[in-house]
């Protein structure tokens, strides 16, 4: 007869081992890479969707301002910054208009306000809380559009935005270059501030 065949259980050799070990350190160095790629590129996005949503609040703002008013006016910039100024009507469905007076200011800082009033509305005195009493902030991080000689220029009734919203980090800046016209307006007369 033969000898059964013996087997042993001695578990797994040093070489088996350290292969082992080898092919795990790899795979997890491949899944790390993955992750943290995936992290960045998640974060940088967030950044750019961030910035593009700051832009777009920005110039809803003014598209909104300018289409309906009946004067539209860009004075100089100053070191507080530069302003838009609006005669913005709502109107009635007979016809009247209700006027009121808006203006957005962006700062040097990048920080952008807007005002609403039922009187003509003057530049602030200072970007201090008390010199911007009134006055809302709607977007930080804003800048003149690179290229650009201002945030705001006016040519008849059109309205140049060229704008660029910082992203935070790595992420690519939102630039928005748009032209904004007034439409024609029903009236222009109304209640109202008659000048802005």
Known sequence: MSEPFLVRDSGMSLAELLVYVMLLVVITAIAGSLLITALTSQRDLTAMASATSRAQ????????????????????????????????????????????????????????????????????????????????????????APGATAAFTVNGGTVSLAIEAQAEGDGAPALVTNRISKQTLPTTSGTGPATC
């Open 57 to 144: 609040v920005v110039a809803a703002s003014i598209e909104k301002g300018v289409r309906t008013a009946s004067t539209v006016s860009a004075p100089a910039a100053t070191a507080i910054g530069q302003r838009l100024v609006t005669r913005t009507g709502t109107f009635a469905a007979a016809g009247t208009a209700t006027w009121q007076c808006q203006s957005w200011l962006i700062t040097p800082a990048g920080d952008v306000y807007h005002r609403t009033s039922t009187a003509a509305i003057a530049a602030p005195t200072s970007l201090s809380p008390s010199g911007l009493s009134g006055w809302s902030l709607i977007a930080e991080r804003v800048r003149t």
